[in-house]
């Protein structure tokens, strides 16, 4: 029997769990050794009478030691037994569980030293919620880091959220917190009730790790299996692994899931993922391109952030359906040979009460100071990326998506803002690096870090960067002095060809430029040619509506500028709706105006995007070499009054070459003289200006011959019909 000192201590210690202050319960909860038997002790205060069930037989009654506490003593018993407890409410309602205070821990410690150093790759898969057999039990381990909290219980379903009746135990110095819940299961509603160390202010969060929402807005997180799901896209992720992304062609397909196409006939909803399987898959691979892009699916409180800040990390948006659907969506897509990349957004996070911010009560993820916490241009906080435990969390949800949805890439959203320490604020409104600089150093040292282990880890996957300003090298790899991204869009090549398209055409000889300019630099890195949804947002108005004339000419503009960058070196990203000519600014909440497809002219622009992107994967001069200045050459860069301009793509291939040619005047040039690489015969691959595509059917009959005279510094030349608005491609045949 305990000694009276010792047994004030454990009354000591139980009166700091009904008070729900005890950060390590199973030292008193569970089932102990005394003296020459065992005590088993449980916490239920609401109950009436409590018998504990031994494994072998038997009914043994508890006493109420501290309120709410219950106590048996069984003598002769030195070792610890399985057992259940037998509750009673009141009204003779009767429960017969098992005590999650009898089971060891399910973490070890290198785990907690790994997740303290913030170098576990596989983090998801011991923090969160795992449905687990342990010790032989069924049930779910539960993990949450909280490294200030007085004490966490979970709370869900199984215990009628009550937040008594699950406290957690702290992992010594770790700050995170373990639970192993018995006969709890797949499906099962949860959140964390966390009573902060300043005054145990109770406050309810979800999980960050949870892999499973509901739907919103209602928050709570949802157990879920990540094992169950039978991928059948091996041939895929095979080959991927083996390609040169630079030298492959990449034609984007971005889109927002909710407004891609809806179901006017019930409720105008959206497509489940289930649904959107068949449809998208069916009309990219029509399409030809090569990748979706999806804007963010990670689960997020208000949809109207288009998902770009998140909620949960780890839990593809519940709006489309179970997580599994969402896997069969990535994985009916890879099986018809179309890549998967997702917007991913580490640069800020909501202040949603029950998401991430504030999170023990603290600034866990986030800075604690505004000036570094917090992000103006969008009211939310910015990750504190020099806190290992915080930097892990964003590396480990990263590979996460590799690893357990086998997308292929991921599109990171605001780069600059998280590379500049006074990005969106004013003198005094940010603290300077070490250096007195405004380079945010721990940022650079996550993404370098990010960019290296993906690249190591899941060879032919790539890392996009949305960087809009000079940083140099964002897509050199880190041992290069680098960012380590694969690709960066190219916002100066989006921004100057936009407004050169937008003007009339009569002042485009003045803005000539705009269109060359970019080759100057389209070589410093390896970039991917924007027309993304920002584009089409907030008043910008769609493609066709910034293309100027009437609605002929709107159509003939938006057909050359999409010939004119598919021509252009870089890889392609063009954002839903820009390929048929939607007029309307896009609205996320009302689905595409696929009606228009009904209009020869709209239909005529999505014709030509399916043609020209069969014609840029089948010609590798259009890609093979879209980083090297040998993929590229002027043949007409000044031919500005007459807004034309020619160029040649090269292959690395030797030989193979297409002539791009564009007339963006809306005069037609009759008896123009272009020159071209070799004499011979080329065959017309593309006339955007042909009347299948809505155009005047003006061109070259398909095929042209040049002769051997020398212009435009090359050895041959040809005579040509240049149709108004248009671009021409040409190919030896």
């Not at 009730?193 to 309810?204: K, V």
């Not at 896997?327 to 040979?337: A, P, W």
């Not at 866990?364 to 504190?384: I, K, M």
């Not at 009054?641 to 009759?670: D, K, T, W, Y």
């Amino acid at each position: 029997m305990k000694k009276p000192n010792e047994r004030q201590q454990v009354d000591a210690e139980l009166q700091q769990i009904v008070e729900l202050r005890h950060a390590e319960p199973h030292r008193v909860l569970g089932i102990h050794p005394d003296g020459d038997g065992v005590v088993v002790r449980t916490y239920r205060p609401d109950a009436v009478a409590i018998h504990v069930l031994p494994e072998f037989g038997g009914r043994i009654p508890m006493t109420k030691r501290v309120d709410g506490v219950f106590e048996a003593r069984v003598n002769g018993k030195t070792d610890a037994f399985n057992y259940q407890v037998e509750v009673e409410y009141p009204g003779q309602k009767t429960f017969t569980l098992r005590d999650p205070y009898s089971f060891l821990p399910t973490l070890g410690d290198q785990d907690l030293y790994y997740a303290g150093e913030g170098r576990h790759e596989q983090l998801w898969k011991r923090m969160g919620a795992h449905p687990v057999h342990h010790n032989g039990i069924h049930g779910v381990a539960f993990a949450v880091w909280a490294p200030t909290a007085s004490s966490v219980s979970v709370v869900g379903d199984f215990n009628s959220w009550d937040g008594r009746l699950h406290l957690m135990r702290r992992m010594g110095s770790s700050g995170i917190w373990e639970l192993f819940i018995p006969e709890v299961g797949e499906g099962t509603r949860y959140k964390f009730e966390i009573r902060t160390g300043h005054g145990g202010h109770r406050i309810l969060k979800a999980d960050p790790f949870a892999f499973r929402t509901e739907v919103p807005p209602a928050t709570a997180s949802v157990v879920h299996n990540l094992d169950q799901y039978q991928w059948s896209d091996s041939q895929w992720m095979q080959a991927r692994a083996h390609k040169d992304v630079h030298r492959e062609p990449w034609a984007v397909y971005e889109l927002h899931l909710a407004s891609w196409r809806r179901v006017m006939e019930d409720g105008d909803r959206s497509l489940t993922y289930r649904e959107m399987a068949t449809a998208l898959t069916d009309y990219v691979k029509r399409m030809g391109f090569t990748h979706v892009e999806l804007m963010p699916v990670s689960e997020h409180p208000f949809g109207g952030s288009w998902g770009y800040q998140v909620g949960n990390y780890y839990a593809p948006t519940a709006r489309f359906g179970h997580p599994d659907d969402f896997r069969f969506l990535v994985n009916h897509l890879h099986e018809h040979g179309i890549g998967v990349i997702l917007d991913w957004v580490p640069g800020h996070f909501p202040r949603d009460a029950h998401a991430l911010g504030q999170f023990d009560g603290t600034a866990l993820y986030e800075h604690a100071d505004p000036r570094q916490g917090s992000q103006p241009d969008w009211g939310t906080y910015v990750f504190n990326f020099g806190r290992n435990e915080v930097k892990n969390f964003l590396i480990a949800n990263a590979l996460f998506w590799f690893e357990e949805y086998h997308i292929d890439g991921l599109r990171v959203d605001a780069v600059a803002s998280m590379l500049y320490l006074d990005y969106s604020r004013k003198a005094g409104e940010w603290i300077p690096n070490r250096w007195g600089g405004r380079e945010n150093e721990e940022a650079i040292s996550f993404m370098r870090e990010l960019n290296d282990r993906v690249r190591t880890k899941y060879p032919g996957a790539v890392m996009i960067a949305e960087e809009s300003t000079a940083w140099p090298k964002v897509s050199q790899p880190t041992q290069e002095g680098g960012l380590g991204f694969h690709f960066k869009w190219n916002m100066g090549w989006m921004h100057d060809t936009l407004k050169y398209f937008s003007k009339d055409p009569i002042y485009r000889q003045h803005h000539h430029n705009q269109l060359t300019f970019g080759l100057l630099y389209a070589f410093s890195e390896h970039f991917m040619l924007p027309l993304s949804h920002d584009e089409v947002v907030h008043g910008k108005g769609s493609l066709y509506g910034k293309m100027p004339g009437d609605d002929w000419q709107k159509r003939a503009n938006l057909r050359a500028l999409l010939a004119w960058m598919w021509a252009h070196p870089g890889k392609k990203l063009l954002f839903m709706g820009g390929e048929f000519g939607q007029p309307n600014e896009w609205n996320n909440d009302k689905s595409l105006d696929w009606h228009l497809l009904d209009h020869p002219g709209h239909a005529g622009i999505q014709a030509m995007v399916a043609d020209i992107n069969r014609l840029y994967r089948s010609h590798p001069a259009m890609y093979d070499a879209d980083n090297e200045p040998l993929g590229f050459q002027w043949i007409q860069p000044d031919s500005a009054s007459a807004n034309v301009l020619a160029f040649v793509r090269r292959s690395r291939q030797p030989g193979g070459h297409v002539v791009c040619i564009a007339n963006l005047s809306p005069m037609p040039q009759e008896n123009y003289r272009v020159g071209f690489p070799r004499h011979g015969s080329y065959v017309e691959l593309l006339n955007t200006d042909a009347g299948e595509y809505g155009g005047s059917g003006m061109g070259n009959k398909g095929r042209i011959h040049t002769e051997p005279q020398g212009w435009d510094g090359q050895d041959a030349s040809a005579v040509l019909t240049l149709p108004p608005l248009s671009v021409l491609w040409f190919t030896p045949g």
